[in-house]
């Protein structure tokens, strides 16, 4: 009997060591993998609901996937437009200016301060209370100007010396209303000085050709765009004569697999070409033509009388801007002028690139000492 209670204490104790041991041992193996198992699921669960959020969040404002509003300060327009940003990545810094603001610094689009009618718009003249100016275009009321609203739009996300890029828009959903905002230029459109009285001197040609050259070395070969409306109206002259392209309401990006491309390419330094005869001249191209006994019109025709030109100059003296025939810069006359016959040649695939044009002008100048910086009307 003694022995049957030991068997039993002996049994119950064993039981009771075997059950600790059990429990010690799950509780070790929980705490070494199965919570942290479970943690790092809990985690990656939060993460997941997070990153489900934040999608639906993006489709449901998608305007806030690239685009972020915030206050800042800007020197400015802190006198008259809202201290309102929008930071877009793709485009860059923008003002969004408000009606109201427009309407007061334009005198509510008056007459007055109109000072360029476009084929896409009329261009105003905007004073704000500091008495700085600004440029306001506001676009016809027309679908197939929204192209050219989105277009200019993206030129605010390039800066260059010689392209006009916005520098603040406004959008009126209620009135229709597409405006853009550009620094004043005080010296107008190029063809505001052609056959006009005063004459530009040759320091100011010479500042005038290699800035659009320059302007569009750049469109062709970094930004990848033509212009395709490359012509004194488009050419706008800041402090110091300096040229701006502006009027990018036709412009295209360029797509080197498509072969159409390069003619589009080629237009613009065709256009360039007979820019550089205008300003050589002083007079439209059309009135230098007929100067000149040339009223036929085409590429080749144009080619005929440019070789005519340079290889017998002493014609297209007699018609010469007269301030150029007082200066002793002819061989530099003579060189824009062969750079404006290649412009022009008959087959687009014998014109130079752009590129090729301002490294050619930019040599003649540095050749001949003359540079840039002094390059001062």
């Known amino acids: 009997m003694e022995s049957s209670n030991q068997f039993h204490e002996s049994f119950r104790q064993g039981l009771t060591a075997g059950y600790v041991f059990a429990a010690t041992f799950f509780i070790v193996i929980y705490m070494s993998y199965c919570l942290p198992a479970q943690l790092v699921k809990n985690r990656e669960s939060r993460r997941g609901g997070y990153k489900k959020a934040t999608q639906k969040c993006k489709l449901q404002h998608p305007e806030l996937k690239r685009q972020k ?63 700085w100016f600004f440029a306001v275009k506001r676009l016809y009321d027309s679908e197939y100007l929204i192209r050219s609203f989105e277009l200019e739009i993206m030129m605010g996300r390039y800066s260059h010396r010689n392209i006009v890029s916005p520098i603040s828009f406004c959008i009126e959903k209620e009135r229709n209303e597409r405006i853009l905002v550009y620094h004043y230029m005080p010296n107008g459109s190029l063809s505001d000085w052609l056959n006009h009285t005063t004459t530009l001197g040759w320091h100011v040609v010479i500042r005038i050709a290699l800035g659009v050259a320059r302007g569009l070395s750049c469109l062709h070969h970094s930004l990848h765009m033509v212009h395709l409306s490359i012509a004194p109206e488009s050419i706008l002259l800041g402090n110091n004569f300096e040229p701006r392209i502006s009027n990018f309401g036709s412009a295209m990006f360029m797509n080197y697999d498509l072969g159409q491309n390069v003619g589009f390419e080629k237009k613009d330094v065709y256009d360039f070409g007979t820019l550089l005869f205008e300003v050589i001249r002083g007079k439209s191209f059309g009135q230098t033509r007929k100067c000149l006994g040339n009223t036929n019109d085409g590429p080749f025709a144009t080619y005929t009388y440019a070789t005519n030109l340079f290889e017998d100059p002493f014609g297209f003296y007699d018609v010469m801007d007269k301030s150029l025939k007082e200066i002793e810069f002819e061989d530099e006359v003579s060189a824009l002028l062969k750079v404006a016959c290649d412009c022009v040649h008959p087959s687009p695939c014998k014109r130079p690139t752009m590129l090729e044009v301002y490294s050619k002008m930019s040599n003649i100048w540095e050749r001949d000492g003359i540079f840039e910086d002094s390059l001062m009307p």
């Not at 896409?120 to 500091?130: D, E, F, Q, V």
Request: with cysteine.
């Open 69 to 131: 509003i915030q206050e800042v300060v800007c020197p400015c327009a802190s006198h008259c437009f809202h201290k309102l940003y929008v930071i877009i990545h793709e485009i860059g810094w923008l003002t969004c200016t408000t009606f109201t603001e427009l309407c007061v610094a334009t005198k509510h689009f008056s007459k007055d301060n109109a000072f360029g009618v476009g084929s896409t718009g009329t261009m105003y003249k905007a004073t704000l209370p500091n008495g």
